[in-house]
Protein backbone atom coordinates (compact mmCIF):
# COMPACT_ATOMS: atom_id res chain seq x y z
CA UNK A 1 0.00 0.00 0.00
CA UNK A 2 1.44 3.26 -1.04
CA UNK A 3 1.18 5.78 2.03
CA UNK A 4 -0.93 8.74 1.56
CA UNK A 5 2.36 11.25 2.07
CA UNK A 6 3.96 9.33 -0.84
CA UNK A 7 1.59 10.14 -3.22
CA UNK A 8 1.12 13.95 -1.68
CA UNK A 9 5.29 14.07 -2.20
CA UNK A 10 4.68 12.78 -5.52
CA UNK A 11 2.30 15.01 -6.94
CA UNK A 12 4.32 18.04 -5.38
CA UNK A 13 7.57 16.25 -7.70
CA UNK A 14 5.26 16.36 -10.64
CA UNK A 15 4.48 20.08 -10.13
CA UNK A 16 8.27 21.25 -9.16
CA UNK A 17 9.92 19.06 -11.94
CA UNK A 18 8.03 18.51 -14.59
CA UNK A 19 8.15 21.80 -16.72
CA UNK A 20 7.35 22.75 -19.89
CA UNK A 21 9.81 21.68 -21.91
CA UNK A 22 9.65 18.13 -20.01
CA UNK A 23 5.99 18.05 -20.75
CA UNK A 24 7.12 18.52 -24.78
CA UNK A 25 9.34 15.60 -24.63
CA UNK A 26 6.26 13.81 -22.55
CA UNK A 27 4.37 14.49 -25.60
CA UNK A 28 0.56 13.89 -26.08
CA UNK A 29 -1.50 13.89 -23.24
CA UNK A 30 1.11 14.31 -20.44
CA UNK A 31 1.90 17.26 -22.33
CA UNK A 32 -2.18 19.07 -21.59
CA UNK A 33 -1.67 17.48 -17.64
CA UNK A 34 1.38 19.41 -17.28
CA UNK A 35 0.55 22.66 -18.16
CA UNK A 36 -3.15 21.85 -15.89
CA UNK A 37 -0.59 21.18 -13.06
CA UNK A 38 0.58 24.38 -12.95
CA UNK A 39 -2.50 26.38 -14.82
CA UNK A 40 -5.65 24.99 -12.87
CA UNK A 41 -6.73 27.01 -10.30
CA UNK A 42 -8.39 23.89 -8.50
CA UNK A 43 -5.23 21.74 -8.55
CA UNK A 44 -3.63 24.83 -6.78
CA UNK A 45 -6.42 24.83 -4.25
CA UNK A 46 -6.49 21.22 -3.29
CA UNK A 47 -2.42 21.64 -3.19
CA UNK A 48 -2.46 25.12 -0.67
CA UNK A 49 -5.25 22.61 1.66
CA UNK A 50 -2.88 19.98 1.94
CA UNK A 51 0.27 22.37 2.68
CA UNK A 52 -1.86 23.55 5.29
CA UNK A 53 -2.43 20.37 6.93
CA UNK A 54 1.17 19.76 7.06
CA UNK A 55 2.03 23.20 8.24
CA UNK A 56 -0.33 22.13 11.38
CA UNK A 57 2.13 19.17 12.26
CA UNK A 58 4.42 21.69 12.54
CA UNK A 59 2.43 23.63 15.10
CA UNK A 60 1.94 20.14 17.28
CA UNK A 61 5.03 19.45 17.17
CA UNK A 62 6.34 23.06 18.43
CA UNK A 63 4.30 21.88 21.89
CA UNK A 64 6.97 19.50 23.04
CA UNK A 65 9.82 21.56 21.85
CA UNK A 66 11.63 23.93 24.08
CA UNK A 67 10.66 27.88 24.02
CA UNK A 68 12.94 30.52 24.23
CA UNK A 69 11.81 33.90 25.49
CA UNK A 70 13.21 37.27 26.12
CA UNK A 71 11.34 40.40 27.80
CA UNK A 72 13.17 43.51 28.63
CA UNK A 73 11.48 46.96 30.36
CA UNK A 74 11.90 49.91 31.77
CA UNK A 75 10.00 51.65 34.55
CA UNK A 76 9.95 55.34 36.38
CA UNK A 77 9.24 54.97 40.07
CA UNK A 78 7.65 58.09 42.14
CA UNK A 79 10.72 57.75 44.51
CA UNK A 80 13.56 55.05 44.81
CA UNK A 81 13.77 53.28 47.61
CA UNK A 82 17.05 52.88 49.44
CA UNK A 83 18.61 51.05 52.24
CA UNK A 84 21.74 52.60 54.13
CA UNK A 85 23.70 49.96 55.77
CA UNK A 86 26.55 50.80 58.61
CA UNK A 87 29.56 51.01 56.60
CA UNK A 88 28.33 49.51 52.95
CA UNK A 89 26.85 51.73 50.04
CA UNK A 90 23.62 52.21 49.86
CA UNK A 91 21.54 49.33 49.09
CA UNK A 92 18.86 50.04 45.62
CA UNK A 93 15.36 48.34 46.51
CA UNK A 94 14.15 50.43 43.89
CA UNK A 95 15.82 52.93 41.62
CA UNK A 96 14.11 55.94 40.06
CA UNK A 97 14.94 54.44 36.61
CA UNK A 98 14.29 50.91 36.58
CA UNK A 99 15.94 48.12 33.76
CA UNK A 100 14.72 44.79 33.61
CA UNK A 101 15.98 42.15 31.22
CA UNK A 102 14.50 38.38 31.31
CA UNK A 103 15.70 35.34 28.72
CA UNK A 104 13.89 32.26 29.77
CA UNK A 105 13.99 28.67 28.65
CA UNK A 106 11.23 26.29 29.07
CA UNK A 107 11.19 22.69 28.51
CA UNK A 108 8.26 20.47 28.02
CA UNK A 109 9.26 17.04 29.41
CA UNK A 110 6.74 14.72 29.91
CA UNK A 111 3.40 15.90 27.86
CA UNK A 112 1.24 12.64 26.90
CA UNK A 113 -1.08 14.41 25.23
CA UNK A 114 1.05 17.34 23.06
CA UNK A 115 2.48 13.43 21.75
CA UNK A 116 -0.62 12.41 21.18
CA UNK A 117 -1.60 15.52 19.04
CA UNK A 118 1.55 15.41 16.98
CA UNK A 119 0.70 11.92 15.78
CA UNK A 120 -2.93 13.00 14.99
CA UNK A 121 -1.56 15.81 12.79
CA UNK A 122 0.40 13.34 10.89
CA UNK A 123 -2.61 11.34 10.07
CA UNK A 124 -4.28 14.49 9.24
CA UNK A 125 -1.82 15.58 7.35
CA UNK A 126 -1.24 12.50 5.11
CA UNK A 127 -5.20 12.52 4.79
CA UNK A 128 -5.10 15.46 3.36
CA UNK A 129 -2.33 14.92 1.22
CA UNK A 130 -4.45 11.97 -0.64
CA UNK A 131 -7.53 14.03 -0.98
CA UNK A 132 -5.19 16.79 -2.62
CA UNK A 133 -3.94 13.52 -5.12
CA UNK A 134 -8.00 12.33 -5.64
CA UNK A 135 -8.97 16.45 -6.47
CA UNK A 136 -5.71 16.18 -9.13
CA UNK A 137 -6.74 12.57 -10.55
CA UNK A 138 -10.50 14.15 -10.64
CA UNK A 139 -9.27 16.98 -12.12
CA UNK A 140 -6.71 15.39 -14.68
CA UNK A 141 -9.46 13.09 -16.36
CA UNK A 142 -12.00 16.57 -16.96
CA UNK A 143 -8.85 17.98 -18.56
CA UNK A 144 -8.37 14.96 -20.96
CA UNK A 145 -12.47 14.89 -21.35
CA UNK A 146 -11.63 18.53 -22.47
CA UNK A 147 -8.69 17.85 -24.99
CA UNK A 148 -10.97 14.80 -26.17
CA UNK A 149 -14.11 16.67 -26.92
CA UNK A 150 -11.62 19.11 -28.17
CA UNK A 151 -10.48 16.50 -30.85
CA UNK A 152 -13.78 15.32 -31.33
CA UNK A 153 -15.34 18.92 -31.93
CA UNK A 154 -12.40 19.40 -34.66
CA UNK A 155 -13.20 16.41 -36.34
CA UNK A 156 -16.84 17.15 -36.73
CA UNK A 157 -15.82 20.61 -37.84
CA UNK A 158 -13.89 19.10 -40.46
CA UNK A 159 -16.45 16.28 -41.26
CA UNK A 160 -19.13 19.12 -41.54
CA UNK A 161 -16.61 21.49 -44.00
CA UNK A 162 -16.52 18.55 -45.96
CA UNK A 163 -19.91 17.81 -46.52
CA UNK A 164 -20.49 21.87 -47.41
CA UNK A 165 -18.04 21.37 -49.82
CA UNK A 166 -19.71 18.16 -51.67
CA UNK A 167 -22.93 19.31 -51.17
CA UNK A 168 -21.51 22.67 -53.49
CA UNK A 169 -19.96 20.72 -55.77
CA UNK A 170 -23.50 18.75 -56.26
CA UNK A 171 -25.49 21.57 -56.46
CA UNK A 172 -23.37 23.09 -59.18
CA UNK A 173 -23.69 19.61 -61.36
CA UNK A 174 -27.73 20.22 -60.22
CA UNK A 175 -27.30 23.50 -61.67
CA UNK A 176 -26.02 22.92 -64.83
CA UNK A 177 -27.81 19.86 -65.51
CA UNK A 178 -30.97 22.15 -65.17
CA UNK A 179 -29.57 25.21 -67.62
CA UNK A 180 -28.94 22.62 -70.13
CA UNK A 181 -32.45 21.39 -69.15
CA UNK A 182 -31.30 17.63 -68.54
CA UNK A 183 -32.12 18.14 -64.97
CA UNK A 184 -35.12 17.91 -62.59
CA UNK A 185 -36.28 20.79 -60.61
CA UNK A 186 -36.73 19.05 -57.42
CA UNK A 187 -33.31 17.81 -57.46
CA UNK A 188 -32.15 21.47 -57.57
CA UNK A 189 -34.53 22.40 -54.65
CA UNK A 190 -32.98 19.18 -53.31
CA UNK A 191 -29.60 20.28 -53.32
CA UNK A 192 -29.76 23.63 -52.39
CA UNK A 193 -32.06 22.71 -49.42
CA UNK A 194 -28.96 19.61 -48.18
CA UNK A 195 -26.45 22.45 -48.83
CA UNK A 196 -28.57 25.00 -46.56
CA UNK A 197 -28.68 21.97 -44.07
CA UNK A 198 -24.99 20.85 -44.42
CA UNK A 199 -24.15 24.80 -43.71
CA UNK A 200 -26.11 24.75 -41.06
CA UNK A 201 -24.11 22.01 -39.65
CA UNK A 202 -21.11 23.48 -39.86
CA UNK A 203 -22.06 26.82 -38.18
CA UNK A 204 -22.84 24.41 -34.93
CA UNK A 205 -19.54 22.65 -35.21
CA UNK A 206 -18.16 25.64 -35.35
CA UNK A 207 -19.67 27.22 -32.49
CA UNK A 208 -19.07 23.37 -30.51
CA UNK A 209 -15.59 24.02 -32.02
CA UNK A 210 -14.79 27.11 -29.68
CA UNK A 211 -16.82 26.44 -26.97
CA UNK A 212 -14.41 23.10 -27.01
CA UNK A 213 -11.49 25.58 -27.17
CA UNK A 214 -12.10 27.85 -24.35
CA UNK A 215 -13.14 24.60 -22.49
CA UNK A 216 -9.84 23.04 -22.42
CA UNK A 217 -7.98 26.82 -22.60
CA UNK A 218 -9.48 27.29 -18.78
CA UNK A 219 -7.41 24.01 -17.31
CA UNK A 220 -4.18 24.34 -19.24
CA UNK A 221 -3.96 27.69 -21.07
CA UNK A 222 -4.07 26.44 -24.02
CA UNK A 223 -6.82 26.15 -26.75
CA UNK A 224 -5.15 23.48 -29.26
CA UNK A 225 -3.83 20.32 -28.83
CA UNK A 226 -0.75 18.84 -29.44
CA UNK A 227 -0.13 16.88 -32.58
CA UNK A 228 0.63 13.19 -31.12
CA UNK A 229 -2.58 13.32 -29.23
CA UNK A 230 -3.76 9.82 -29.05
CA UNK A 231 -5.00 7.34 -26.99
CA UNK A 232 -2.93 5.50 -24.25
CA UNK A 233 -2.72 1.80 -23.79
CA UNK A 234 -4.71 0.16 -21.00
CA UNK A 235 -3.06 0.31 -17.44
CA UNK A 236 -2.07 -3.13 -16.74
CA UNK A 237 -0.52 -4.66 -13.65
CA UNK A 238 -2.90 -5.42 -10.26
CA UNK A 239 -6.07 -3.36 -10.74
CA UNK A 240 -8.04 -4.41 -7.74
CA UNK A 241 -4.91 -3.64 -5.65
CA UNK A 242 -4.59 -0.13 -7.40
CA UNK A 243 -8.56 0.31 -6.62
CA UNK A 244 -8.17 -0.72 -2.72
CA UNK A 245 -5.09 2.16 -2.63
CA UNK A 246 -7.19 4.93 -4.67
CA UNK A 247 -6.44 8.34 -3.20
CA UNK A 248 -9.72 8.24 -1.74
CA UNK A 249 -9.73 4.97 -0.02
CA UNK A 250 -6.07 6.24 1.41
CA UNK A 251 -7.46 9.69 2.21
CA UNK A 252 -10.58 7.52 4.60
CA UNK A 253 -8.34 5.59 5.73
CA UNK A 254 -5.65 8.22 6.80
CA UNK A 255 -8.79 10.31 8.32
CA UNK A 256 -9.85 7.48 10.33
CA UNK A 257 -6.70 7.18 12.17
CA UNK A 258 -6.63 11.09 12.39
CA UNK A 259 -10.27 10.80 14.43
CA UNK A 260 -8.22 7.85 16.25
CA UNK A 261 -5.71 9.80 17.18
CA UNK A 262 -7.74 12.82 17.72
CA UNK A 263 -9.56 11.14 20.78
CA UNK A 264 -6.78 9.41 22.44
CA UNK A 265 -4.81 13.35 22.31
CA UNK A 266 -8.15 14.56 23.81
CA UNK A 267 -8.31 11.87 26.43
CA UNK A 268 -4.45 12.28 27.09
CA UNK A 269 -5.08 16.16 28.27
CA UNK A 270 -5.95 15.03 31.88
CA UNK A 271 -3.00 13.57 31.86
CA UNK A 272 -0.21 15.86 34.12
CA UNK A 273 2.61 17.25 32.11
CA UNK A 274 5.99 17.93 33.65
CA UNK A 275 8.31 20.68 32.12
CA UNK A 276 11.84 22.03 33.35
CA UNK A 277 13.02 25.67 33.16
CA UNK A 278 16.00 27.83 33.39
CA UNK A 279 15.66 31.57 33.79
CA UNK A 280 18.53 34.39 33.93
CA UNK A 281 17.21 37.90 35.06
CA UNK A 282 19.29 41.21 34.90
CA UNK A 283 18.38 44.11 36.79
CA UNK A 284 19.27 47.66 38.36
CA UNK A 285 17.03 46.72 41.38
CA UNK A 286 19.36 44.60 43.01
CA UNK A 287 17.70 44.36 46.51
CA UNK A 288 19.56 43.10 49.43
CA UNK A 289 21.31 40.66 47.50
CA UNK A 290 23.47 43.41 45.55
CA UNK A 291 23.82 41.14 42.71
CA UNK A 292 22.62 42.93 39.49
CA UNK A 293 21.79 39.36 37.64
CA UNK A 294 20.32 36.16 38.98
CA UNK A 295 19.44 32.90 37.17
CA UNK A 296 16.23 30.25 38.74
CA UNK A 297 15.84 26.61 37.45
CA UNK A 298 13.67 24.22 38.41
CA UNK A 299 10.68 21.72 37.20
CA UNK A 300 6.85 22.36 37.13
CA UNK A 301 3.84 19.85 37.46
CA UNK A 302 0.48 20.95 35.68
CA UNK A 303 -2.87 18.99 36.46
CA UNK A 304 -6.42 19.40 36.18
CA UNK A 305 -8.42 16.41 37.05
CA UNK A 306 -11.55 18.57 36.39
CA UNK A 307 -12.32 21.34 34.15
CA UNK A 308 -16.45 21.61 34.38
CA UNK A 309 -16.55 18.74 31.64
CA UNK A 310 -15.15 20.35 28.87
CA UNK A 311 -12.83 17.46 28.23
CA UNK A 312 -15.77 14.71 28.00
CA UNK A 313 -17.77 16.53 25.73
CA UNK A 314 -14.82 16.69 23.05
CA UNK A 315 -13.87 12.87 23.14
CA UNK A 316 -17.19 12.13 22.55
CA UNK A 317 -17.25 14.44 19.88
CA UNK A 318 -13.66 13.16 18.30
CA UNK A 319 -14.85 9.71 19.23
CA UNK A 320 -18.61 10.18 16.79
CA UNK A 321 -15.81 11.61 14.35
CA UNK A 322 -14.17 8.93 14.17
CA UNK A 323 -17.22 6.38 13.45
CA UNK A 324 -18.36 8.46 10.78
CA UNK A 325 -14.51 8.84 9.65
CA UNK A 326 -15.25 4.87 10.04
CA UNK A 327 -18.24 4.69 7.65
CA UNK A 328 -16.92 6.61 5.01
CA UNK A 329 -13.91 4.65 4.85
CA UNK A 330 -16.13 1.24 3.90
CA UNK A 331 -18.14 3.13 1.56
CA UNK A 332 -14.96 4.34 -0.14
CA UNK A 333 -13.53 1.14 -0.10
CA UNK A 334 -17.08 -0.39 -1.98
CA UNK A 335 -16.82 2.63 -4.50
CA UNK A 336 -13.64 1.85 -5.71
CA UNK A 337 -14.19 -1.55 -6.20
CA UNK A 338 -17.56 -0.47 -7.94
CA UNK A 339 -15.96 2.28 -9.89
CA UNK A 340 -13.09 -0.22 -11.27
CA UNK A 341 -15.52 -2.80 -12.28
CA UNK A 342 -17.53 0.12 -14.44
CA UNK A 343 -14.71 1.22 -15.50
CA UNK A 344 -13.34 -2.11 -17.24
CA UNK A 345 -16.88 -3.18 -18.56
CA UNK A 346 -17.04 0.50 -20.13
CA UNK A 347 -13.56 0.19 -21.86
CA UNK A 348 -14.60 -2.74 -23.11
CA UNK A 349 -18.03 -1.84 -24.29
CA UNK A 350 -16.04 1.56 -25.74
CA UNK A 351 -13.74 -0.83 -27.76
CA UNK A 352 -16.30 -2.51 -29.35
CA UNK A 353 -18.17 0.68 -30.21
CA UNK A 354 -14.88 2.04 -31.74
CA UNK A 355 -14.11 -1.20 -34.10
CA UNK A 356 -18.25 -0.98 -35.52
CA UNK A 357 -17.84 2.79 -35.56
CA UNK A 358 -14.81 2.52 -37.76
CA UNK A 359 -16.78 -0.06 -40.04
CA UNK A 360 -19.90 2.15 -40.50
CA UNK A 361 -17.11 5.48 -41.24
CA UNK A 362 -15.61 3.22 -43.76
CA UNK A 363 -18.86 1.78 -45.26
CA UNK A 364 -20.51 5.14 -45.67
CA UNK A 365 -17.08 6.82 -46.61
CA UNK A 366 -17.62 4.54 -49.68
CA UNK A 367 -21.61 4.69 -50.18
CA UNK A 368 -20.97 8.49 -50.69
CA UNK A 369 -17.97 8.19 -53.02
CA UNK A 370 -20.12 5.56 -55.03
CA UNK A 371 -23.14 7.47 -54.89
CA UNK A 372 -20.89 10.47 -56.49
CA UNK A 373 -19.52 8.50 -58.91
CA UNK A 374 -23.14 7.63 -60.31
CA UNK A 375 -24.40 10.66 -60.23
CA UNK A 376 -21.40 12.17 -62.15
CA UNK A 377 -22.03 9.49 -65.29
CA UNK A 378 -25.53 10.22 -64.98
CA UNK A 379 -26.67 6.51 -63.38
CA UNK A 380 -28.05 8.31 -59.79
CA UNK A 381 -29.42 11.21 -58.56
CA UNK A 382 -29.04 13.88 -56.67
CA UNK A 383 -31.27 12.53 -53.63
CA UNK A 384 -28.87 9.48 -53.40
CA UNK A 385 -25.86 11.25 -53.46
CA UNK A 386 -27.72 13.50 -50.19
CA UNK A 387 -28.51 10.69 -48.22
CA UNK A 388 -24.85 9.24 -48.75
CA UNK A 389 -23.35 12.41 -47.96
CA UNK A 390 -25.35 13.04 -44.55
CA UNK A 391 -24.83 9.57 -44.04
CA UNK A 392 -20.94 10.00 -44.50
CA UNK A 393 -21.12 12.52 -41.93
CA UNK A 394 -22.67 11.62 -39.54
CA UNK A 395 -20.35 8.32 -39.39
CA UNK A 396 -17.64 10.25 -39.35
CA UNK A 397 -18.75 12.67 -36.73
CA UNK A 398 -19.87 9.07 -34.39
CA UNK A 399 -16.40 7.61 -35.61
CA UNK A 400 -14.33 10.82 -33.68
CA UNK A 401 -16.86 10.32 -30.79
CA UNK A 402 -16.45 6.74 -30.44
CA UNK A 403 -12.26 7.61 -30.23
CA UNK A 404 -12.80 10.46 -27.91
CA UNK A 405 -15.09 7.60 -25.59
CA UNK A 406 -12.75 5.04 -25.68
CA UNK A 407 -9.81 6.87 -25.37
CA UNK A 408 -11.30 8.29 -22.14
CA UNK A 409 -12.46 4.78 -20.64
CA UNK A 410 -8.66 4.36 -20.86
CA UNK A 411 -8.01 6.86 -18.40
CA UNK A 412 -11.11 6.07 -16.82
CA UNK A 413 -9.82 3.22 -15.59
CA UNK A 414 -6.53 4.28 -15.15
CA UNK A 415 -7.94 6.31 -12.23
CA UNK A 416 -10.33 3.66 -11.30
CA UNK A 417 -6.95 1.77 -10.54
CA UNK A 418 -5.64 4.48 -8.93
CA UNK A 419 -2.59 5.22 -11.10
CA UNK A 420 -1.42 8.57 -12.09
CA UNK A 421 -3.02 9.90 -15.01
CA UNK A 422 0.60 12.56 -15.15
CA UNK A 423 2.87 10.00 -16.66
CA UNK A 424 6.52 10.30 -16.01
CA UNK A 425 8.11 10.56 -19.34
CA UNK A 426 4.73 9.85 -21.08
CA UNK A 427 5.47 6.10 -20.31
CA UNK A 428 2.53 4.19 -18.94
Known amino acids: M??????????????????????????????????????????AAAIAEAEISAAKVGQARAALLPRLT??????????????ELPGEDPVVITPLDQLEATVRLDVPLVDLGAWSALAAAADCRDAAGAQAMA??????????????????????????????????RVLARVTARREAGTGAAVDLLRATADL????????????????????????????????DLAARPRPDGDLDAGARGRPEVEAARATVACRARTVASTQLEIAPTLGGFAQERASNATGFSGQATQWAAGVSLS??????????????????????AEATLQEREREALDALADARARLDAAALSLD????????????????????????????????????ALDATVDLARAEARQALAVEALRVAAGQPLLLAGGAP
Not at 303 to 324: D, F, K, N, S
Not at 376 to 391: P, Q, Y
Open 70 to 83: ASAGYTRNEVASEV
Open 135 to 168: TTQATLLAVAQAAWDLRTATHSRDAAAAAVTANE
Open 196 to 227: AQTRGALAEAEADLGAAKRALAARTGVDALPA
Open 2 to 43: VRPRVFFMSLLVSVSSLTYSGAARAGGLDTLLARAVEADPRL
Open 303 to 324: WTPLEGGRRAAQVAEAAAARRM
Open 356 to 391: AARVRRDAAKGAAADAEARFEVGTGDAADVSLALGD
